[in-house]
């Protein structure tokens, strides 16, 4: 049966392209009905579409896989992007007023305008996080009533490179694909996992991904940092290459075995792991090359990504989501580095979620993304509903094509001459009146009812009254 209404969203993965169909209950859980996944290897790199034919094809076959599924045609998508061309940057914007003034909510939105025209050169403005007012020497999250000569608005401008937007929309364009709404994919994340105490208290939300990780800050409920780290799962694949194997054995041993912190004392010197049945690496080596890879990642994120100022504020703690989450002891690795000892691992998004999708049900971080833009969208995307193939007989599902609507053919070749030679037809009709007079009717031979059986009857009825159709015009022209 069709779905009537159900929203889709669509999430530009580092490694892959996720199509999610999913309906919202009275009771605000989720009901998933359809989830399609294309490989993005090909065309798309850190998360950035890099050949735009690609990437409407597979946004095409997901599509289309999609309305299958869901048998109903779609008539829109939420869009979730990311990747290493997205950042943030600080601005300020500043407005003098009269002495004693009362600053109103015309001035706030004045200051946001004045923001987010701002100009920066080969970079477009995706989203802004409003950080606090300064009133005078105080700031204020809500300055709405408040009496002072001037006011400095803060912002946390977070902005891509125009042609990663460009392409972005080329991809969609050129797959005949209308996008309701785009929204940040990290944000959208940060909304669907985190609890609003978390968001308040501070923390630190680390989404592992195949070739990036993600960074985001949140403090008073405020966004205070976003960031994008060019190094994910894949670096860590491409590293256990070096100890002689492909892409793929590599994969699955770090799969199967890989840990991100090991104990000293843990250490097997003599210990392998199989490759295949004639090969085998050692331990040792194998576990060096997992825990520098992923404390090199674990290093820039805290590091490299975390100001200072927020070492001591983040209460709420660490909390990991994504694929690279379900790494072994990866807690361990990260509190080596960071000293924060509560660290939560965020299988799963807030709202209930029913589905039968396996990936759906694992609860492991890899479908977080996709849930929390589907939980976003807030409009219908379904339309027409599709419908079943007719058969070779042009009938569906038992009901004749004419009964459909299709148009009807007009077998009798006597009807189209009378249409066409009305004069000839005239004497034709009258010579055959004559001569049915003469004769005694025939019986009427009862014909078969519906099937291949009665269609070929009805062909050979046809056949022959065209060959004495055309008898009789031979007569008429002697």
């Avoid at 169909?21 to 399609?36: F, T, Y």
Wanted: charged residues 25%.
């Amino acid at each position: 049966m069709a779905a009537k209404e159900f929203i889709v969203a669509i999430e530009l993965g580092s490694s892959k392209i996720t199509g999610i169909a999913g309906r919202k209950n009275m009771d605000g859980s989720i009901q998933v009905l359809a989830v399609v996944r294309e490989d993005a290897t090909p065309c798309i790199r850190k998360g950035v579409v890099y050949n735009i034919d690609k990437t409407s094809a597979c946004l095409t076959n997901i599509i289309q896989k999609m309305k299958t599924l869901l048998k109903s045609e779609i008539s829109q998508v939420y869009v979730g992007v990311g990747g290493q061309s997205i950042r943030c940057i600080r601005n300020s914007s500043v407005k003098t007023l009269p002495e004693d003034t009362i600053i109103s909510q015309e001035m706030i939105n004045e200051l946001m305008d004045n923001n987010r025209s701002t100009d920066y050169p080969d970079l477009e403005i995706l989203d802004v996080a409003t950080q606090e007012f300064k009133v005078g020497t105080q700031y204020q999250i809500d300055p709405v009533g408040i009496q002072s000569d001037k006011i400095v608005g803060n912002f946390l401008n977070i902005v891509c490179r125009k042609a990663f937007y460009r392409n972005l929309n080329k991809c969609f364009e050129k797959a005949h694909i209308s996008i309701a709404e785009m929204y940040l994919a990290p944000i959208a994340l940060a909304h669907g996992i985190l609890s609003e105490a978390e968001m308040r208290s501070g923390c630190l939300l680390v989404d592992m991904g195949a070739d990036t990780t993600t960074v985001s800050i949140y403090y008073k409920n405020i966004l205070r940092q976003l960031a994008v780290i060019p190094l994910g799962g894949n670096n860590i694949t491409k590293d256990i290459t070096s100890l002689l194997m492909e892409d793929n054995e590599a994969e699955m041993l770090k799969i199967k075995h890989s840990t991100a912190f090991i104990e000293p004392t843990e250490i097997e010197t003599d210990a392998t792991l199989p490759i295949d049945a004639e090969r085998s690496v050692s331990q040792k080596a194998f576990n060096e090359l997992v825990e520098a890879r992923v404390n090199e990642i674990i290093q820039n994120v805290w590091f490299g990504q975390v100001p200072p100022e927020y070492y001591n504020k983040l209460m709420g703690g660490i909390i990991l989501t994504g694929g690279g989450s379900k790494m072994k002891d990866i807690k361990k690795a990260f509190t080596a580095v960071t000293g924060i000892q509560k660290i939560r691992i965020a299988g799963t998004v807030n709202l209930k979620v029913t589905s039968t999708d396996k990936d759906v049900n694992a609860h492991d971080g890899t479908m977080n993304t996709a849930l929390a833009l589907l939980a976003k969208g807030d409009m219908n995307c379904s339309g027409a509903t599709i419908k079943p193939t007719p058969d070779l007989f042009g009938t569906e599902e038992g009901t004749d094509s004419a009964e459909k609507g299709s148009p009807k053919t007009n077998n009798n070749p006597d009807e189209t001459n009378r249409r066409e030679y009305p004069e000839k037809n005239l004497r034709r009709e009258k010579k055959r009146n004559t001569e049915e007079k003469t004769t005694q009717p025939e019986k009427t031979v009862a014909q078969p009812q519906g099937g291949w059986f009665s269609r070929g009857y009805q062909f050979l009825q046809d056949f022959t009254t065209k060959i004495f159709a055309a008898e009789d015009e031979d007569d008429d022209r002697q």
